[in-house]
């Protein structure tokens, strides 16, 4: 871990050769991005640096979904757990705080606030902004750790045009993909088809001792994945300042979770999922009410249905019991934008979603039973920006409610309510024409989900209806730097939080279960570096390098906080060789971290790895069109890592594959 942490720093410190264009030209649905970042005159508006993950960044990860995206995600790193879902975490916060926006609409399941990213695919993306440290108010409630946007792409110039993916590779990896984007005058238009299948992810050759492994085993444990996704947008141009889109977007899954490496069986879950279904309709529209006030929105509906099969054992042979899940979920987001002055910006948010959880659990006795949780959510912020000189201050607030409806056989929490007021005070300084500065210090909470108080999931929980909302106070201050042939960001961090959820080992039970719990306190202090170094016309190195220590009391006894990694870093060398070969080489950290083990009864240590990609591909052009063909190999040396105690991440998986853009 020590040479690769110097190997970081080393190339971190290169000096600055000869400039290098961007590579991006691609074009992005600017109705999905609500809480825009925007500029005015040359000052940036946000009083934290949004981090931009950019389309050609995506496309050479030659990710088939958002999970393939783990390691270019600045300061945050993505986790498989238990239950078979690919989380994400951003600066030590925890899945269920950060907001993933998608076209402008609350991505969030409400249930559980958060989503599987392993069926989010990446064929219709045109970027990612991450906002982490001390969002804007306007986001909405229970953004306590960060906000991911989600921006689809949108033709720029009339005409039809599109893409055609193949990729084959191991563990029976087969994906196909075909995207058609048009435009005919103020009309533009998007469609995409997906087909992924894949057999398993390939066992690391180090790790065949789990208890889930036979030595001679290829593939981890039911790691298989099926999914078939549809996305069609319109969006008409009404006059340059009036427009209005709307979208569908379809995912049709099944998948396994990888089993808990326990040899007790007891705590392991054996589940499959056989139908992941989820249906999203959304209406987008800007509109320039008055000279000096504009009007941006959305508004959705999302439903989303799974069911759960519940094994007895590794063989997956017997089944235990079922359960059936469906959730429909009404949202709207609204921000209104008023130019006040040449110096003055004021803006009001509306963000609420309605959602309502029905689980059936049945035993395969004949007996099933029934549940049904609905809840509110809802934020109203206000934010003003003064721009004076190369200064821009901002400050905010925001109040956010969450009302419960219903929560299953707990009726007496029905009518029950939080709420909070959050807020904002920032500041950034134009230092010089490539130079801003950034200080932020802000307020959040984050209200506990109703399967974190009143689900039992299948078991495996004991049910803490008493639990408490997330408080946050978080503070940054940083520089970011944009140069000829360098990019950086530099910033500190620390966050101090209130009631932190987190999970611990009930003791003494026989089911060896665990049960949710509030934190009295918990701190998260760190140090971020962001760097884009083109050091040559066709050579580039992009990095992230994220520095944190975490802690958490309890009945005034500090212990360490689960699966916050002490570092995470990534490195790319891009290499673009003459005649259109290009040469990626990657290295992806996670430092020392801990995690809750049912054997050890409690945290245990998690060792620091490191990954090495490399990918080789050729691009060339025929007929107008453009084709790439790629070979990448990730996790090169096989490492075996884990994404939680019990859980391995792949070993080596080689895969390649065909695109026409045309």
């Known amino acids: 871990m020590k040479k690769a942490l110097v190997l970081f720093l080393l190339l971190f410190a290169f000096s600055v050769a000869v400039s290098q264009t961007d590579k991006d030209t691609i074009r992005v649905y600017k109705l999905g991005e609500i809480v825009t970042e925007g500029a005015r005159g040359s000052q940036k508006i946000q009083p934290t640096k949004i981090k931009e993950v950019k389309y050609h960044e995506i496309k050479e990860q030659d990710a088939v979904n958002m999970e393939d995206l783990n390691a270019i995600i600045p300061g945050g790193f993505i986790q498989t757990n238990s239950r078979g879902e690919s989380l994400l975490y951003l600066r030590g916060a925890g899945e269920r705080s950060i907001a993933l926006f998608f076209d402008g609409m609350y991505f969030n399941i409400p249930w559980d606030n958060r989503v599987d990213l392993s069926m989010i695919p990446t064929d219709i ?38 893409n055609v993916g193949l990729q084959l590779g ?51 444990t039911n790691s298989y994945s099926e999914r078939i996704t549809a996305y069609l947008r319109g969006e008409y141009e009404i006059d340059d300042e009036n427009k209005i889109g709307a979208s569908f977007n379809h995912i049709d899954g099944q998948q396994g979770a990888i089993p808990e490496n326990y040899p007790d069986g007891i705590t392991n879950r054996f589940w499959k999922y056989p139908e992941w279904l989820r249906s999203i309709a959304t209406l987008n529209g800007e509109f320039k009410l008055s000279e000096i006030l504009s009007v941006k929105g959305a508004i959705w509906i999302d439903k989303f249905d799974q069911t759960i ?13 079922k359960q059936y899940d469906e959730d429909i979920t009404t949202g709207i987001r609204v921000n209104f934008s008023a130019d006040l002055s040449e110096k003055d910006k004021l803006n009001f948010a509306i963000n609420g979603f309605n959602t309502t ?27 003003y920006k003064r721009f004076l000189g190369d200064w821009v201050f901002t400050v905010g607030s925001s109040y956010d409610r969450f009302d419960i409806s219903k929560a299953g056989v707990f009726t ?223 996790n090169l040396l096989d490492q075996a890592r884990k994404d939680k105690i019990g859980i391995s991440a792949p070993g080596r998986m080689v895969y390649g594959g065909v695109n026409v853009a045309f």
């Open 309 to 321: 099969e519940d094994y007895k054992a590794i063989d997956f042979q017997e089944l235990n019991e």
């Open 170 to 220: 191991e563990g029976g990896r087969k994906y196909s993909s075909v995207k058609l984007e048009g435009k005919d005058g103020k009309f533009n238009y998007i469609g995409n088809l997906s087909f992924l299948t894949r057999d398993g992810l390939k066992a690391p050759k180090n790790d065949k001792f789990d208890f889930n492994l036979d030595k001679e085993q290829v593939l981890i």
């Open 125 to 162: 993306i045109g970027n990612l902004k991450i906002s982490t440290g001390a969002n804007s108010v306007l986001y909405g409630a229970n953004v306590l750790g960060g906000a991911v946007n989600i921006t689809t792409t949108e033709r720029d110039q009339d005409g039809i045009g599109g």
């Open 357 to 383: 959880h029905t689980e059936e659990i049945d035993d395969l006795q004949g007996n099933s039973v029934i549940n049904e949780y609905s809840q509110m959510t809802s934020s109203f912020g206000l934010e």
């Open 412 to 634: 007496e929490a029905e009518g029950n309510s939080f709420d909070d007021i959050a807020g904002i005070l920032g500041a950034t300084y134009r230092l010089n024409e490539s130079t801003d500065l950034f200080i932020n210090f802000g307020k959040k909470s984050r209200f506990p989900t109703l399967r974190e108080s009143y689900s039992a999931a299948l078991g495996k929980f004991v049910i803490n209806p008493d639990l408490k909302p997330e408080s946050g106070l978080l503070s940054e201050v940083g520089v970011d730097y944009h140069g000829i042939d360098l990019d950086a960001t530099l910033s500190v961090f620390a966050n101090n939080y209130n009631d932190l959820i987190t999970r611990e080992t009930v003791p003494g039970d026989s089911l060896n279960r665990k049960q949710r719990v509030n934190l009295d306190e918990a701190t998260i202090m760190g140090a971020e570096v962001l760097v884009k170094y083109y050091v040559a016309n066709n050579f580039d190195l992009t990095g992230h390098f994220t520095y944190m220590n975490s802690n958490g009391t309890v009945d005034g006894i500090t212990q360490n906080l689960e699966y916050r990694p002490e570092i995470i870093a990534f490195l790319q060398a891009d290499w673009r060789i003459y005649g259109g070969i290009d040469f990626l080489a990657e290295a992806d950290l996670i430092g020392n971290q801990y995690g809750i083990s049912d054997l050890e009864g409690g945290l245990v240590p998690i060792d620091a790895t490191t990954l090495f990609n490399l990918r080789l591909s050729y691009k060339t052009v025929y007929n107008e069109n453009f084709y790439t063909i790629f070979l990448r190999a990730n």
